[in-house]
């Protein structure tokens, strides 16, 4: 079995951001209390490793409601942990008002999914723009913070910057104003952009500008970028590394390139198979068997054994550590155990998945 805190992807480098056995358990509001009850929690995050790394993209795949978004917002610092540790350069932080969390949130910039209602609708683009020059360069002349302006509208391809400046929200299409929320995260001058499925409320035909543009911004910065989507085809495109969550969990990651042409995981097959892509053969061949689990009540052992195929006895009672796959790709699955039973199953599953590849983006 694998230690997933350490020994990264990018081999030598030090990561910048880390989720090190993060939990994260929301108390569930309603209903009237019950002497003797004990409260209720929706498991969102659980024991969740993940470390980020000066000019990498890692993108954090998985279904509606696996995690993804309060994962990004742990990093973020936006909510108190139940349990494990957000490290920034090897330090854990525990900063969630003051300086310290002032200095967390200009490091650590998230960018949203919705761009319509992240600016104020009755402020122009330069009256945003200037709010967050103001507040991330306090020393600067009126006249230096109007060329900081220019030119973060320059780097996000809104150009010439004069032609934007006085115009509202409402005037701009929903990838220029996506480009706009990108200025301001860069306004920051940050180590790190936490992308939350920056791309999926446009257009199909915009959306390679946008994941080009924040692709050249992570290399040209050497920032670290979490890409959250629900897309794998677009994580094998677009970052070099792939973590997918199920149930709160991270059941299989590594380089892009090994997860989506080698998924290992049951359930990463199982999201490649679901990706539209009519010309791929053997998906047909990997089955689904059910529902993600509430998780108010997460199943014992595996948290995917209910639906899985290959599930086993153990899958139902054990949690499985994560098991080595490839150097650096590992998976949470008992299929990749050492033992009689194990291999049958993991040769039944070999061939199952044979030719299963995630598609081209
Ligand atoms: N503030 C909250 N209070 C209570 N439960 C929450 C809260 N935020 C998220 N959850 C629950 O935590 C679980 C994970 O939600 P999360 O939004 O992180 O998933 P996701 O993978 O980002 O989904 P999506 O792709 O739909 O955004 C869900 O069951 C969700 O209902």
Redesign the pocket.
């Given at each position: 079995m694998s230690d997933e805190t350490t020994g990264g992807t990018a081999a030598g480098d030090e990561p910048v951001l880390q989720a090190v056995h993060v939990t994260k358990h929301?108390?569930?509001r309603g209903g009237l209390p019950r002497r003797g009850a004990t409260k209720k929690v929706?498991h969102?995050?659980e024991d969740v490793s993940l470390d980020l790394y000066a000019g990498r993209i890692t993108a954090l795949v998985?279904?509606?409601?696996?995690?993804?978004?309060?994962?990004?917002?742990l990093l973020a610092q936006l909510?108190p942990l139940t349990g494990g540790e957000i490290r920034l350069h090897g330090k854990p932080v525990q900063a969630l008002r003051g300086k310290a969390f002032r200095e967390h949130v200009r490091t650590v910039q998230l960018i949203l999914?919705d761009p319509f209602s992240s600016f104020n609708p009755v402020a122009s683009i330069a009256g945003t723009l200037r709010r967050a020059v103001a507040l991330h360069h306090p020393g600067k002349s009126a006249k230096e913070r109007a060329a900081v302006i220019d030119d973060l509208l320059t780097q996000i391809n809104l150009v010439p910057p004069r032609q934007f400046t006085e115009k509202f929200p409402h005037e701009l299409s929903g990838g220029q104003l996506q480009r706009l929320s990108i200025a301001r995260a860069l306004a920051a001058d940050p180590e790190v952009f936490l992308a939350?499925?920056p791309v999926s409320s446009l257009d199909v035909s915009i959306r390679l500008g946008i994941l080009n543009l924040l692709r050249h911004l992570t290399e040209d910065r050497n920032a670290a970028m979490l890409y959250?989507t629900?897309d794998i085809a677009s994580a094998r495109y677009f970052a070099a590394d792939t973590a997918v969550?199920y149930a709160?969990q991270v059941v299989e990651k590594g380089p892009s390139e090994a997860v989506t042409q080698q998924a290992a995981h049951p359930y990463t097959q199982l999201l490649i198979a679901s990706a539209p892509d009519p010309s791929r053969a053997g998906a047909d061949r990997v089955r689904d068997i059910g529902q993600p689990p509430s998780?108010i009540d997460p199943p014992s052992g595996c948290r995917f054994h209910p639906r899985c195929p290959f599930a086993m006895e153990r899958c139902a009672t054990d949690a499985p550590e994560p098991f080595e796959i490839s150097p650096g790709h590992t998976a949470r699955c008992w299929l990749y155990a050492d033992d009689p039973e194990a291999r049958a199953k993991r040769a039944d599953n070999a061939e199952a998945v044979a030719g299963l590849t995630a598609p081209a983006s």
């Open positions: 929301f108390a569930v929706v969102a995050v998985g279904e509606s409601g696996s995690g993804k978004s309060t994962l990004a917002r909510y999914q939350d499925e959250v629900h969550m709160g998780l």
